[in-house]
């Protein structure tokens, strides 16, 4: 591949969606009870809860691969944080660390074979690097979107989820 997909705009653009979205859903939750958010609503995590641990765990298992070091977590299939209020705390900082990722990412990197190991399955894949990094931002997006639907069938409303809804984007990809 001689040109990547995406571009560090891109990237960025990405990191402040996921931190801004994450912000959105985690202040929507805050708005219910332990046990409403623990609630098993038949999602395929079960709960409002387990959708939000296994999208803070498979997103430190990317950065982590990203960042080339050992992974911190690679259950993602279950509670890192049984309450709301660490969990929170994490994801904040795994989105602070995203943002500081994705503002050094270069066309080079973008462009390079990724080679990575399954953590559900002995399975080693390899694709261009950017390839990964749009998987990385969609599958965010993916469980959010589930997320969303939770929160509003237990009565809270995130409010504008679009990728245009973002704050300050126009200034980002006007860059």
């Known amino acids: 591949m001689s040109e990547t997909p995406i571009t560090r705009t891109y990237l960025r653009s990405m990191a402040s969606y996921n931190s801004w979205m994450n912000g959105k859903i985690y202040d929507a939750a805050g708005k219910l009870s332990a046990e409403e958010i623990a609630r098993d609503r038949g999602a395929f995590f079960k709960s ?7 999208l803070l765990a498979a997103d430190m298992v990317w950065i982590d691969r990203f960042k080339g070091r050992p992974l911190r977590f690679t259950d993602l299939r279950s509670l890192r944080h049984p309450t709301l ?7 904040i900082a795994v989105d602070a660390e995203i943002t500081d990722w994705a503002a050094g990412i270069d066309a080079a990197w973008l462009a390079q074979p990724f080679t990575f190991t399954s953590v559900l399955t002995p399975a080693t894949y390899t694709y261009p690097a950017s390839v990964l990094v749009m998987h990385f931002f969609n599958h965010q997006t993916h ?21 245009i809804g973002l704050p300050g984007l126009k200034e980002m990809v006007a860059a």
Do not use: S
Request: no cysteine.
């Open 48 to 54: 409002i809860l387990g959708t939000l641990n296994h």
């Open 85 to 91: 209020e660490p969990l929170r705390a994490e994801r």
């Open 143 to 163: 469980h959010r979107g589930q997320i969303t639907t939770l929160l509003t069938q237990a009565g809270q409303d995130v409010g504008v989820t679009d990728v």
